[in-house]
């Protein structure tokens, strides 16, 4: 018997939809590319107020472009993510639509939201310290950080505002980087 997701998951088209219905008994709303219409933003928001929605877009430059337009209008909604290693099929094509039933399934289960916080939880200074900017090795560092918290690949500076809209602590981050090798 297939998991059932009781939240409508976002998705960018039917393959997508297509692949977790494979996975799961779920529903989708499909955006049909990075130029979301208002009638689609209509739709989740409706989904969002009834049964909860999750974002669940390809790790990539169009999916984190749908993904932004979401999280515009809808700051508080669930984000799933899916690294581009997991994403990828033998053609190197990136999409959630490639990935495994186990994936999936590990990437919903580590579904994360949005807080709003006053105070940052990671400044400019604690990435550096961190060793997650300006080391030459930063980027492995972020690659690293983003698989373990599931919370997709960034820039310094877009990942410190990650590690702030999730209210992820310094603790988590150096765990996290407990078992990175160089």
């Given at each position: 018997?297939?998991?059932?997701?009781?939240?409508?998951?976002?998705?960018?088209?039917?393959?997508?939809?297509?692949?977790?219905?494979?996975?799961?008994?779920?529903?989708?709303?499909?955006?049909?590319?990075?130029?979301?219409?208002?009638?689609?933003?209509?739709?989740?928001?409706?989904?969002?107020?009834?049964?909860?929605?999750?974002?669940?877009?390809?790790?990539?430059?169009?999916?984190?472009?749908?993904?932004n337009t979401i999280l515009?209008?809808?700051?508080?909604?669930?984000?799933?993510?899916?690294?581009?290693?997991?994403?990828?099929?033998?053609?190197?094509?990136?999409?959630?639509?490639?990935?495994?039933?186990?994936?999936?399934?590990?990437?919903?289960?580590?579904?994360?939201?949005?807080?709003?916080?006053?105070?940052?939880?990671?400044?400019?200074?604690?990435?550096?310290?961190?060793?997650?900017?300006?080391?030459?090795?930063?980027?492995?560092?972020?690659?690293?950080?983003?698989?373990?918290?599931?919370?997709?690949?960034?820039?310094?500076?877009?990942?410190?505002?990650?590690f702030n809209r999730y209210?992820?602590?310094?603790?988590?981050?150096?765990?996290?980087?407990?078992?990175?090798?160089?």
């Open positions: 018997m297939k998991p059932y997701i009781r939240e409508v998951i976002i998705v960018e088209g039917r393959d997508d939809t297509r692949r977790l219905n494979e996975v799961f008994d779920c529903e989708t709303i499909e955006t049909n590319g990075s130029a979301i219409n208002k009638r689609t933003l209509d739709e989740i928001e409706v989904a969002l107020n009834t049964r909860g929605a999750i974002i669940f877009t390809d790790p990539d430059y169009p999916g984190q472009k749908i993904r515009e209008r809808f700051p508080n909604i669930k984000e799933a993510f899916i690294s581009r290693n997991k994403a990828k099929n033998k053609r190197g094509k990136i999409g959630v639509e490639n990935a495994s039933p186990e994936d999936l399934k590990d990437a919903l289960k580590r579904v994360v939201t949005s807080a709003k916080t006053e105070v940052e939880t990671i400044t400019k200074s604690d990435m550096i310290d961190l060793q997650l900017s300006g080391q030459p090795d930063s980027k492995k560092r972020r690659h690293h950080v983003a698989e373990k918290l599931n919370i997709g690949y960034a820039n310094a500076n877009s990942m410190r505002q990650k209210n992820i602590q310094k603790e988590s981050i150096l765990d996290a980087l407990k078992d990175y090798k160089e």
